[in-house]
T-cell receptor, first 114, second 113 residues
Framework: EPEVTQTPSHQVTQMGQEVILRCVPISNHLYFYWYRQILGQKVEFLVSFYNNEISEKSEIFDDQFSVERPDGSNFTLKIRSTKLEDSAMYFCASSVWTTNEKLFFGSGTQLSVL | GENVEQHPSTLSVQEGDSAVIKCTYS??????FPWYKQELGKGPQLIID?????GEKKDQRIAVTLNKTAKHFSLHITETQPEDSAVYFC????????????FGQGTRLTINP
């Protein structure tokens, strides 16, 4: 069964450093997303991406965050200058033809900012 | 904006019994309601979803019911098995509005043998 792949599974970084979280969505999917879950809190929407541009972003997704589809298979989330409060599990997701519905999630990257 | 509340936060049932998890939502415009199961070390996996033009949907041992008037929806798992133990999330979205899923807090379901 096709799946969304995320790397790395764990990332530890120092405050102020840049991190890039990587995702390989399911190959025939057209919509891509990042969600995050801070420990003990709800899963929160960060951004959706379609046709090489952001289609929606939350108030969390400020100028420190950016997304990119650098080639035909990868989808990345970059945090330019990490803060302690960025520590969370980050989930990538993709869907085939429409936003919101039938999202397939990856296993997540646990980001720890020290 | 939309807010989804989910109860209970933890649920423990005997194997073979039924489990029910409930969610309420605030935005009457929401029209899509998925349920996700998250096992340890894995991402959320879609197990069933329902649109607002349907009151109930069933897939083998799992079913979802939706009450649009009361703005709540529920997940029902019958004949529970140990492999049903996981964290379950409900979510809501509106396909004509913000392009995002709004999640509930999650319910940790434990099936006791």
């Amino acid at each position: 069964e096709p799946e969304v792949t995320q790397t790395p599974s764990h990332q530890v970084t120092q405050m102020g450093q840049e991190v890039i979280l990587r995702c390989v969505p399911i190959s025939n999917h057209l919509y891509f997303y990042w969600y995050r879950q801070i420990l003990g809190q709800k899963v929160e929407f960060l951004v959706s991406f379609y046709n090489n541009e952001i289609s929606e972003k939350s108030e969390i997704f400020d100028d420190q965050f950016s997304v990119e589809r650098p080639d035909g298979s990868n989808f990345t989330l970059k945090i330019r200058s990490t803060k302690l409060e960025d520590s969370a599990m980050y989930f990538c997701a993709s869907s085939v033809w429409t936003t919101n519905e039938k999202l397939f999630f990856g296993s997540g990257t646990q980001l720890s900012v020290l | 904006g939309e807010n989804v509340e989910q109860h209970p936060s933890t649920l423990s049932v005997q194997e073979g019994d039924s489990a029910v998890i409930k969610c309420t939502y605030s935005d009457s415009a929401s029209n899509y309601f998925p349920w996700y199961k998250q096992e340890l070390g894995k991402g959320p996996q879609l197990i069933i979803d329902i649109r607002s033009n349907v009151g109930e949907k069933k897939d083998q041992r799992i079913a979802v019911t939706l009450n649009k008037t009361a703005k709540h929806f529920s997940l029902h798992i019958t004949e529970t098995q140990p492999e049903d133990s996981a964290v379950y999330f409900c979510a809501a979205s509106w396909d004509q509005g913000a392009q995002k899923l709004v999640f509930g807090q999650g319910t940790r379901l434990t099936i006791n043998p």
